[in-house]
């Protein structure tokens, strides 16, 4: 018997930016708004193609500021299937206008929004919920300017909003214009109390589990929860507000948490639109919606292309991953797709065994975007990395595993910190799907040495989805398994690198091929590293360096020998060689080593190598010269 399908919970979004929440209005006036550059519509994209991948439809309620300054993303909403809803004109909470101003606020909105979507607007949010005990006339109001549903009732205490023993569930409000669904913010009871699970803050702030348990209990009661984020809310490098102590905790607080929250509880949860669930209550009259006033076919391209770049490329080296390699490629070109620029994706078969080679195969008669190239024994991830690299074309170099633990959807962030001007971004997996003991704790030591060693403060350098400018990662030779040492060497050498928390997933398909053996290798390298970015344009010093304990020893020998000596003479006895031996191996030891150096010097001179040169800064448009 197949298990029950869950409950659809509705999934929202309220579209503005960070300056305009009402926790900064004190802060930050509306005529200062034109000093602020606006985030909210590169979060927007990174959410729709997280929605995307998933097939999930959910709500955007969209203040009309946003909607008359960014009316093209708001039809891209609404052409991938999304339900766009009101938000106000510019969150102006309702409580601080008169009935008279808040119906000009709605309807001028609703006329903004309608006109983008060419179909009605049926949904209204008030910002931060301002629709309290004092304000329940807005209902009324919502009702006669065509509005069928609400969701701004919180049933909790709030300092800023909320009416405490509000009704729980979705529900009919009958107002004098007519009848109006309500969807309140959802609660549960714990203790007596109306505890929020419903996202936002709350989401942010308290345990995952929280979120989950709270979800669960209500999806027990047979109640469809609603659940809702701001774009600002995945953008943790957003600028910080000098507000107050408690408005900082409130917006700041985890938000480099919150894609990988969110990635998880889609994967979780069934979400829907708030339309579709109120009409599968039969709390809406109707759903209909006209034809939508943009032909364009549906897309998922930013309104403005990147600055920096003009092409990617996606390098994925694969062992033996024939059952993931198609479910990836329909992943990844889903999140290419939605980029706006050209793209290829590199498929590197690192000598497999099984199938994986003709499924790319198969998979590059459909586009013609797709390279595959395939080395004859298995060299390892480092080979076959530096194989896709050297045959990329794109501006920027996105690489990735082959074994579906790597989320394709968390491209379009990585490629948005290169375009804000970083060399090198490193994905984070904050919270691994890995075992324990065989995986995270040798990763967790080798990353911690890693940092010391180089001070270059990258949590996981392990991490194989990362983004790279062209011409820095081309004008690195890899070896062993330095592919995972590429951030550390380029930012010593004067790169910008960053990096971003990612989704990581379980595996679905075949083993590991890492675990404790690769450990001592990654040391080895990390030694190697070290000289390397230490003495790569000073040879000689190195050597110097290691060969100068070298000649102290000799000299140390040299001087024991001696004593020696004339002790054996005065005593008349036999003179030990021992000393006399390990001081001329020292000293041959500090020659060869200063020998060593100077080749090396010679060798570096000829080549003609500047730190720019090695380090591949000096390539123009990502281009080879």
């Known amino acids: 018997m197949s298990a029950p399908r869950r409950t659809v919970c509705a999934l929202t979004f309220d579209l503005e930016e960070y300056f305009q929440v009402s926790a900064f209005s004190k802060y930050i006036s509306r005529s200062s708004w034109q000093y602020y550059s606006g985030r909210a519509e590169a979060s927007t994209y ?70 983008a979507i060419g179909k009605p607007v049926l949904g209204y949010r008030a910002p931060s919920y301002s629709i309290v005990k004092q304000t329940l006339w807005a209902l009324e109001i919502l009702a006669e300017e065509g509005y069928q549903y609400d969701s701004s009732i919180f049933p909790i205490h709030h300092d800023r909003y909320g009416i405490p023993g509000f009704e729980r569930k979705p529900h009919i409000i009958e107002t004098p214009a007519g009848p109006l669904a309500e969807f309140p913010p959802t609660t549960t009871q714990f203790l007596g109390r109306a505890v929020p699970v419903c996202g936002g803050g709350y989401f942010r702030i308290l345990p995952f589990a929280v979120t989950r348990w709270g979800l669960n209990k209500v999806e027990s009661e047979g109640t469809p929860a609603i659940f809702y984020l701001h774009p600002w809310e995945f953008d943790p490098e957003q600028p910080r507000v000098q507000a107050g102590i408690l408005s900082r905790f409130r917006h700041y607080t985890h938000l480099d948490l919150t894609q990988a929250r969110f990635i998880r509880l889609l994967q979780l949860q069934r979400f829907g639109r708030v339309d579709e669930v109120l009409g599968g209550l039969g ?7 006209a034809p939508a006033a943009a032909d364009a076919p549906v897309s998922l391209k930013p309104s403005a292309p990147f600055g920096t770049f003009n092409s990617v490329s996606l390098v994925v080296p694969a062992f033996n991953e024939e059952r993931s390699v198609v479910r990836l490629y329909d992943e990844a070109s889903a999140a290419l797709r939605s980029l706006g620029c050209e793209y290829e994706i590199i498929f590197v078969d690192d000598g497999s065994t099984d199938g994986t080679y003709g499924r790319v195969l198969e998979l590059r008669e459909r586009d013609e975007r797709v390279k595959i190239f395939k080395l004859r024994k298995n060299f390892g991830q480092t080979a076959a990395m530096a194989c896709g690299f050297d045959y990329a074309s794109g501006d920027v170099i996105v ?48 990353n911690a040495l890693v940092r010391k060693v180089t001070g270059v403060q990258i949590h996981d350098l392990g991490c194989s989805l990362k983004a790279y400018r062209a011409g820095v990662i081309r004008g690195l030779k890899l070896y062993s398994d330095m592919h995972r040492f590429i951030p550390a060497v380029s930012q010593l050498a004067g790169a910008r690198v960053t990096e971003i928390q990612v989704n990581h997933r379980p595996r679905l398909f075949g083993v590991s091929k890492y675990g404790l053996s690769r450990t001592y290798k990654i040391l080895i390298d990390l030694i190697s590293i070290k000289m390397l970015t230490r003495f790569t344009f000073k040879p000689l010093v190195g050597f110097v360096w290691l060969g100068s304990p070298a000649f102290i020893l000799a000299c140390g020998f040299a001087i024991f020998a001696v004593n020696e000596l004339w002790r054996a003479r005065s005593a008349g006895d036999s003179v030990s060689v021992v000393f006399f031996g390990a001081a001329l191996l020292s000293f041959f030891l500090g020659t060869f080593l200063l020998f060593v150096g100077l080749i090396a010097e010679l060798a570096l001179k000829s080549a003609r190598l500047s730190p720019t040169a090695l380090a591949g800064l000096s390539v123009q448009n990502g281009r080879r010269k």
Not at 52 to 64: D, H, P, S, Y
Not at 283 to 289: N, W
Not at 409 to 436: M, Q, T
């Open 46 to 115: 990174k959410i729709l193609a997280l929605l995307e991948l998933r097939q999930i439809k959910a709500t955007f309620f969209v203040l009309g500021w946003f909607a008359e300054r960014h009316a093209r993303l708001v039809r891209e909403i609404d052409s991938l299937g999304h339900e766009v809803a009101s938000h106000g004109y510019e969150h102006q909470l309702v409580y601080r206008q008169t009935p008279g101003e808040f119906r000009r606020d709605i309807r001028a909105t609703k006329d903004i929004l309608e006109s």
């Open 283 to 289: 709390l809406l009259s109707t759903t209909t919606a």
């Open 399 to 446: 690489s990735m595993d082959g074994d579906l633990q790597n989320d394709p959807a968390d491209i379009p962030a990585l490629l948005r910190e290169i375009d804000r001007g970083f060399d090198i971004v490193c994905g984070w997996r904050v919270e691994r799907k890995d075992r324990w003991i065989s995986r995270r704790l040798p990763s967790l030591i080798a």
